[in-house]
């Protein structure tokens, strides 16, 4: 018998506004309600609130919804301070009280970490820096909108492609913040801004940096400005003519200085978005290592050497193991910037296996580890050969380091102990660091 394709009937949405009660908030920040025992998630809702919302998708085991009044507000519900925060997508919590987001993002890893991984443990005080002024990296978004005839300049709008125009941005760098109206006004004054793409600004420790993505050959006048801008106001001008080309015009080569070591840095880098918790988030690891003079310590996803240069001046050996052959090059030559003999760089990919590998033939006393947010699935399983007695993860996901945790669990460690990094204020990003211990 022939069978005809019969397409699944859409499910209707109720959108007339509701009043719920919203019970608690998810690991990201959203409310979370209950609507015939589905969870809802409400973005902008705060636990315990009496909400009105509009349902905006129904699935089988839950649904999302947008707030779209507060009935009954929370005791830790606070006004934004930025005036852009209800549309733009950079930060996400700013309507909780600072000391209930730090409460909230606790609860979130110790949550986490005992659903992944059923480990329970009392964390360990939180990192914690300034909650304003702290970002030393910002990219614009740059896009001319030519009916308006108008260069729309700054941060994606939440849930958008749409650019939401800032001026002014209470969580960035004072010094960057300053030129962010300046540069809009320059930037609309060129001959061609809709072949602009982006705008990068950056706070080394000596000098400002500004790069600017351009699609197109820049007018000679509007190269001119763009030079009289940094050199009148003492920034370093990078030029960004194709996709990771990157074309110094004028200023000093930025470094940043933390904890005793100085590593200068491509605006292309990654490094720690914010100056005083990546200070005190690598301090807490040498500590937790407790490193030695006898220790040989070995730093996977070491990047420019941001743990592996301060390792260096309290170790024996440091081996650094990095994926990308330029970070690589630039982490060698910051050990001899610093004069630091016994660290050395190695490039690998750290999801394949490593027994090949001539450093990994090696014993360390000590692990450090600090990958990107999928974590470190391909090396972990391989740290029990190194016989390290702790191994010290910073992670910036809490559901990979649970993941990954569980493996250690396996490889005869045992978690000692457990804190969190509030590398961004404001919003519902969790940085953590957690200490795993060889058992007798």
């Known amino acids: 018998m022939a069978r005809f394709f019969q397409p699944k009937k859409k499910t209707s949405i109720d959108t007339k506004h509701q009043a719920i009660k919203v019970e608690k908030l998810d690991h990201q920040g959203a409310g979370i309600a209950f609507l015939n025992k589905k969870p809802v998630f409400i973005e902008g809702a705060l636990a315990g609130e009496q909400v009105l919302m509009q349902l905006t998708e129904t699935k089988s085991k839950f649904a999302r919804a947008n707030l779209i009044k ?4 929370s005791s830790e519900r606070v006004d934004a301070f930025c005036p852009h925060y209800q549309v733009c997508g950079g930060c996400d919590l700013q309507h909780l009280q600072r000391d209930a987001q730090v409460t909230h993002k606790q609860q979130a890893l110790s949550q986490l970490m005992r659903k992944f991984s059923g480990e329970t443990l009392t964390l360990s005080e939180p990192v914690l820096g300034d909650d304003k002024g702290y970002r030393r990296r910002a990219r614009l978004s740059l896009m001319w909108d030519k009916k308006a005839q108008h260069l729309d300049f700054g941060f994606r709008q939440r849930a958008s492609k749409n650019i939401v125009n800032v001026t002014d941005c209470p969580v960035l760098d004072t010094e960057l913040n300053r030129h962010l109206a300046p540069l809009q006004s320059l930037l609309t004054g060129f001959q061609r801004p809709e072949t602009l793409g982006h705008l990068e600004l950056v706070r080394g420790a000596n000098t400002p940096v500004m790069v600017l993505r351009h699609l197109a050959p820049l007018a000679e006048k509007d190269h001119a400005a763009l030079v009289a801008y940094a050199q009148n106001n003492g920034l370093t001008l990078y030029l960004m003519p194709e996709n990771n080309q990157l074309v110094k015009v004028i200023g000093d080569d930025p470094y940043y200085d933390e904890n ?11 490094i720690q978005v914010n100056r005083n918790v990546n200070e005190k988030m690598v301090q807490q690891a040498l500590a937790w290592l407790e490193v030695e003079e006898s220790d040989r310590v070995l730093d996977l996803f070491c990047g420019l050497g941001n743990f592996s240069l301060p390792l260096a001046k309290l170790a024996k050996e440091v081996v650094g193991v990095e994926g990308i052959d330029d970070m690589v090059l630039k982490a060698t030559d910051n050990a001899q910037i610093n004069q630091l003999k016994n660290v050395a760089f190695y490039q690998a990919n750290l999801e394949e296996d490593m027994t090949s590998q001539t450093w990994a033939g090696q014993k360390f006393d000590k692990i450090l580890l600090d990958p990107a947010r999928a974590g470190a699935a391909g090396i972990i399983e391989q740290l029990g050969a190194f016989s390290a007695r702790k ?7 809490p559901a990979t380091l649970a993941r990954d945790s569980q493996s250690l669990l396996n490889q005869g460690y045992e978690l000692a102990r457990l804190g969190m990094l509030d590398m961004f204020p404001h919003t519902s990003h969790l940085e953590s660091m957690a200490l795993f211990v060889k058992k007798r």
Do not use: A, D, M
Not at 70 to 73: C, K
Not at 260 to 270: A, K, R, S
């Open 391 to 397: 191994v010290v993860y910073v992670s910036c996901n």
């Open 70 to 73: 507060v009935l009954e507000p």
């Open 260 to 270: 005793g070591v100085t590593i200068p840095f491509l605006p292309t880098n990654f």
